[in-house]
């Protein structure tokens, strides 16, 4: 079987159009902005630094050097927003934008004044399972559900911002119903 992370290019009509098959590969931000799913078939709609953030836009895992995997070429684009991927599907490492969320909200629980340093370190321990689907994550979850209602609403809110796109479906389940 072709390996499905190189593009080639499948057939072409007889008018010239391209057809391609495989993963194309998406640009991000290193705060999690998706720039474009179709670098290497549209390099026009690619951008060194994000137009949202101003951050630097990555196109290949900062561990292992794999291109991130963006629109599948065969298969409909989705009409739904992908998911952004978290985790390299390489190595396993995460990406700049799952380290930033989790940086973030691990500062966000640091600044907090409702939490002594047990709690406060409780909580920062949990993070990854809330993003990672383990079989911690219901620990976790339960954990955030004992703790955050001790910060009040703006803490809450924060988090939520900070952490809604990285958390598992799970997590994300159980937490914003
Ligand atoms: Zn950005
Ligand atoms: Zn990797």
Redo the contacts with the bound molecule.
Sequence with gaps: MNNPNTLRVKSRSASGEVFYEGYDTAS??????L?TRNVETHPEHSET???????K?VTACGHCGQKIRGHLHGTMPSMHDEPIAKFCYNCGGSYLWTEAALKAATELIAESDAFDNEEKERLTQSLRDVVQDTSRTQVAIMRLQKYLPKAGKQFADAFRSIVVDIASEAAKKALWP
């Design positions: 991000i931000c290193e705060n999690g902005h720039i630094f994000c137009s949202k953030c101003g951050a836009t």
